[in-house]
């Protein structure tokens, strides 16, 4: 196995808006950052995960870019970016951006070009059919509901937005977008940043043609196939490669969409041809219904392991993992999985630390933050949970506290509440109005308190980071190969690690029950790296107490 930095990093992933606001408009910014890159290098990451940044009309809150190579006025302006990149390589982290090139906003000047007219330069910029019989070109659906065409009046064509119809796709076989891309990403490079998260990257390549979707029942999205792992994605990712990415040292995640083992292996092979690593959606949607994601159902632990397993056993000595729980885009875990407690936090971030791959925390995870209790729609602000409302509750197809139900359960919201920095008003987060609401537990639930408690959620990441960033295990825990024990216990998530000779033991109780878990194999030498519970030692029968997390190397 080859090493390489991004192997053995920790990344952070901050939401701009929401992380820290400077100058009291209620709105998180680039100079709140900055204010705590002390904060985050205490909490020991080495790469920070910017979510957009850029100048953006903030239909999707930022993930509408209307200009690529500017800052959004609400973050501040280009010379605060280059401060906050100077000083948090000053701090030993790395900055890594969100590049956003599926789409623009319609808001772009590439866009309002190409809707001028039929035969402006730019029109093949986009994605634009005529009407068929009068209707849309397909069936595809929004991923935010709804048809994924918008009818334009002044040419009486369609253009295709796989999100919002503020968010155009843009048409990656035209040569000179994938130029135009690959300059920008250049020119970031060339500012000395770090790497970058690629949204939903593997949605750039259409199937030809644009065939009707397969629809299935009263499903909102069109078929996936259509519009994901297309044809060319991975020649355009070569060439994104052999233009940019070999020329810089970064690291490169790709969001994929509907990506399989097989793809994964050709989006993240160890060649470096293409990405480093990449995020797949398997396990965020275990916990879905026929309702898609507005449910409360909660995860099946069995099937939840084995999701893992697969992605951890069948990418070996192939192409790399990342490891996730929380973003932007996903509840909170400790509510999700967890019972919203400190301890069924730490065994919850247990299971994911020891496994082999690149770590991801999002704002707030390490503090045990939790989901937001929603009472009403009017404290929602993200487009898909509207535009969901707007579908399923005016449709009559769900009840108003149902679709609330699910919203407190999963929806993204949650993830975008502001960090909990004290337990002054607003949190610490701002000195004016918060853009979205504060969760009211964070009078118990903030940094400031657990900074000031040595058995805190926080330290127990630091720990975790610790380990696999700078301690005798650090081969092992980034390098070593994994073993799932116990598939089928619906309460234990128990794996080995092992390089070489050396072996670790995880053993996580992910459940609110006392139970007893049993070794099939003799421990005697046992050393422990990190527990929850200080009064639990490793056995061959053991009784393991709700949310208890243990690692041993034996």
């Not at 065409?149 to 155009?168: A, N, R, V």
């Given at each position: 196995?080859?090493k390489?930095?991004?192997k053995?990093s920790?990344?952070?992933?901050?939401?701009?808006?929401?992380?820290c606001?400077?100058?009291?408009?209620?709105?998180?910014?680039?100079?709140?950052?900055?204010s705590?890159?002390d904060y985050?290098?205490k909490?020991?990451?080495?790469v920070?995960?910017?979510?957009p940044?850029?100048?953006?009309?903030?239909?999707?809150?930022?993930y509408?870019?209307s200009?690529?190579?500017?800052i959004m006025?609400?973050f501040?302006?280009?010379?605060?970016?280059?401060?906050?990149?100077?000083?948090?390589?000053?701090?030993g982290?790395k900055?890594?951006?969100?590049?956003?090139?599926?789409?623009?906003?319609?808001?772009?000047?590439?866009?309002?070009e190409?809707?001028?007219?039929?035969?402006n330069p730019?029109?093949?910029?986009?994605i634009?059919r005529?009407?068929?019989?009068?209707?849309?070109?397909?069936?595809?659906?929004s991923?935010?509901?709804?048809?994924a065409?918008?009818?334009?009046?002044?040419?009486?064509?369609?253009?295709?937005?796989?999100?919002?119809?503020?968010?155009?796709d843009?048409?990656?076989?035209?040569?000179k977008v994938?130029d135009?891309?690959?300059?920008m990403?250049?020119?970031?490079?060339?500012?000395?940043i770090?790497?970058?998260?690629?949204?939903?990257i593997s949605?750039?390549?259409?199937?030809?043609?644009?065939?009707?979707?397969?629809?299935?029942g009263?499903?909102?999205y069109?078929?996936?196939?259509?519009?994901?792992?297309?044809?060319?994605?991975h020649?355009?990712?070569q060439?994104?490669r052999?233009?940019?990415?070999?020329?810089?040292?970064?690291?490169?995640?790709?969001?994929?969409a509907?990506?399989?083992i097989?793809?994964?292996?050709?989006?993240?092979?160890?060649?470096?041809?293409e990405?480093?690593?990449?995020?797949?959606?398997?396990?965020t949607?275990?916990?879905y219904?026929?309702?898609?994601k507005?449910?409360?159902?909660?995860?099946y632990?069995?099937d939840?392991?084995?999701?893992?397993?697969?992605?951890q056993?069948e990418?070996?000595?192939q192409?790399?993992?990342?490891?996730?729980?929380?973003?932007?885009?996903q509840?909170?875990?400790?509510?999700?999985?967890?019972?919203?407690?400190?301890?069924?936090?730490?065994?919850?971030?247990?299971?994911?630390h020891?496994?082999?791959g690149?770590?991801?925390?999002?704002q707030?995870?390490?503090?045990g933050?939790?989901n937001?209790?929603?009472?009403s729609?009017d404290?929602c602000?993200d487009?898909?949970?509207?535009?969901a409302?707007?579908?399923?509750v005016?449709?009559?197809?769900?009840?108003?506290?149902d679709?609330?139900a699910?919203?407190?359960?999963?929806?993204?919201?949650?993830?975008?509440?502001?960090?909990?920095?004290d337990d002054t008003?607003?949190?610490?987060?701002?000195?004016?109005?918060?853009?979205?609401?504060?969760?009211?537990?964070y009078?118990?639930i903030?940094a400031?308190?657990e900074?000031?408690?040595s058995?805190?959620?926080?330290y127990?990441?630091?720990?975790?980071?610790?380990?696999?960033?700078?301690?005798?295990?650090?081969?092992?825990?980034?390098?070593g190969?994994?073993?799932?024990?116990?598939?089928?216990?619906?309460?234990?998530?128990?794996?080995?690690?092992?390089?070489g000779?050396?072996?670790?033991?995880?053993?996580?109780?992910?459940?609110?029950?006392?139970?007893?878990?049993?070794?099939?194999?003799?421990?005697?030498?046992k050393?422990?790296?990190?527990?929850?519970?200080?009064?639990?030692?490793?056995n061959?029968?053991?009784?393991?107490?709700?949310?208890?997390?243990?690692?041993?190397?034996?």
């Open positions: 196995m080859e390489a930095w991004w053995e920790v990344i952070y992933q901050i939401y701009p808006r929401s992380f606001d400077s100058n009291g408009d209620g709105i998180g910014d680039l100079n709140g950052i900055r705590k890159l985050l290098q909490l020991g990451i080495n920070i995960w910017l979510s940044i850029y100048k953006s009309p903030n239909d999707d809150n930022g509408d870019i200009d690529y190579q500017d006025d609400d501040g302006n280009m010379d605060d970016f280059d401060a906050l990149l100077k000083e948090a390589h000053e701090h982290i900055i890594v951006m969100d590049l956003v090139v599926n789409h623009t906003s319609d808001e772009h000047k590439w866009f309002i190409s809707r001028s007219s039929k035969d730019k029109r093949d910029y986009y634009w005529e009407p068929k019989d009068g209707k849309e070109p397909n069936n595809w659906g991923c935010f509901s709804g048809s065409w918008e009818y334009d009046e002044k040419t009486g064509m369609y253009y295709l937005h796989c999100f919002s119809k503020k968010q155009p843009l048409n990656w076989d035209n040569e994938r135009e891309v690959f300059n990403m250049t020119w970031w490079c060339e500012k000395g770090d790497g970058f998260r690629m949204d939903v949605m750039i390549s259409k199937v030809p043609g644009l065939p009707d979707g397969k629809k299935e009263d499903a909102i069109g078929d996936l196939s259509n519009t994901t792992n297309g044809p060319r994605v020649e355009y990712l060439e994104m052999k233009r940019v990415l070999s020329k810089y040292d970064l690291i490169t995640v790709g969001e994929c509907g990506v399989t097989e793809e994964a292996k050709k989006y993240a092979n160890l060649d470096n041809s990405l480093n690593m990449v995020f797949q959606f398997e396990h949607g275990l916990d219904d026929e309702r898609g507005w449910t409360t159902k909660r995860f632990l069995p939840l392991k084995a999701n893992l397993s697969k992605w056993n990418l070996e000595g192409a790399w993992n990342s490891l996730y729980w929380d973003n932007h885009d509840p909170r875990i400790v509510s999700r999985l967890g019972d919203d407690s400190p301890v069924s936090a730490k065994c919850i971030a247990t299971v994911l020891l496994m082999k690149t770590p991801y925390i999002y707030g995870e390490e503090l933050m939790t937001y209790p929603f009472k729609i404290e602000r487009i898909e949970i509207i535009n409302y707007k579908e399923l005016g449709g009559n197809c769900m009840t108003e506290e679709l609330l699910g919203i407190r359960a999963k929806g993204r919201d949650n993830a975008r509440t502001p960090m909990q920095w008003k607003e949190a610490g987060f701002t000195s004016g109005k918060p853009w979205i609401g504060v969760n009211p537990n009078k118990t903030n400031k308190a900074l000031e408690d058995n805190s959620v926080f127990y990441y630091q720990k975790l980071i610790e380990l696999r960033r700078k301690s005798q295990w650090s081969d092992i825990i980034v390098y190969t994994y073993n799932l024990l116990d598939k089928e216990d619906e309460n234990i998530f128990a794996y080995t690690r092992q390089l000779d050396k072996k670790i033991l995880v053993v996580c109780n992910v459940s609110a029950n006392e139970v007893q878990f049993k070794l099939d194999f003799d421990v005697e030498e050393v422990c790296l990190i527990r929850n519970y200080d009064n639990v030692d490793l061959m029968d053991m009784s393991v107490p709700a949310w208890f997390a243990g690692v041993w190397e034996i």
